[in-house]
């Protein structure tokens, strides 16, 4: 036999025995010990946080004393992950601000027009929809296709 007819029969198999129910009693399967419970599971104790164990500080009462520094800071701030800041935004030139204005002002000014009900005239539609279009051109040919200045001589996984 190939080893293609032996897949082709045990597919077989598989689809026969599709709709059979299982004929073995769960019990009967094998279960890992590392699944097993516990007879009895243990016990949790809950102990509330002792408020008069805390000392006054400068005469006020022991309600409204705060903790000192390192003593409940460690356990409030575990298990919390506190973020680096993230970097600062990039700084952007003149050229690429006015085609980024461009590209979101002129449909901008066209829907303010539309929504406060005036007639603006022809010169101003196509000025509008001019904006958006250098916007728009003036971005992708500022893009670049290249890899940046500063890659040095390893340019990583080139195809």
């Given at each position: 036999m190939t080893p293609q007819s032996d897949e082709d029969e045990v597919w077989r198999q598989i689809v026969a025995s599709?709709?059979?129910?299982a004929e073995r009693d769960p019990a009967d399967q094998p279960w890992p010990d590392s699944e097993n419970l516990p007879a009895e599971s243990p016990r949790r104790v809950v102990r509330e946080p002792e408020e008069e164990a805390l000392p006054p500080v400068?005469?006020?009462?022991?309600?409204?004393a705060e903790p000192a520094?390192?003593?409940r800071a460690d356990a409030d701030d575990e298990g919390h992950y506190v973020p680096p800041p993230p970097p600062p935004l990039p700084r952007t030139d003149t050229t690429a601000k006015i085609g980024?204005?461009?590209l979101f002002g002129g449909p901008a000014f066209l829907v303010v027009t539309v929504l406060a009900g005036w007639d603006p005239g022809g010169w101003v539609l196509f000025a509008a929809a001019a904006a958006f279009i250098g916007g728009f051109?003036?971005?992708v040919v500022r893009m670049g296709d290249g890899p940046p200045n500063d890659s040095g001589w390893d340019d990583g996984a080139v195809v």
């Amino acid at each position: 036999m190939t080893p293609q007819s032996d897949e082709d029969e045990v597919w077989r198999q598989i689809v026969a025995s599709f709709n059979d129910t299982a004929e073995r009693d769960p019990a009967d399967q094998p279960w890992p010990d590392s699944e097993n419970l516990p007879a009895e599971s243990p016990r949790r104790v809950v102990r509330e946080p002792e408020e008069e164990a805390l000392p006054p500080v400068d005469g006020e009462p022991a309600e409204l004393a705060e903790p000192a520094e390192g003593e409940r800071a460690d356990a409030d701030d575990e298990g919390h992950y506190v973020p680096p800041p993230p970097p600062p935004l990039p700084r952007t030139d003149t050229t690429a601000k006015i085609g980024w204005a461009a590209l979101f002002g002129g449909p901008a000014f066209l829907v303010v027009t539309v929504l406060a009900g005036w007639d603006p005239g022809g010169w101003v539609l196509f000025a509008a929809a001019a904006a958006f279009i250098g916007g728009f051109v003036a971005l992708v040919v500022r893009m670049g296709d290249g890899p940046p200045n500063d890659s040095g001589w390893d340019d990583g996984a080139v195809v």
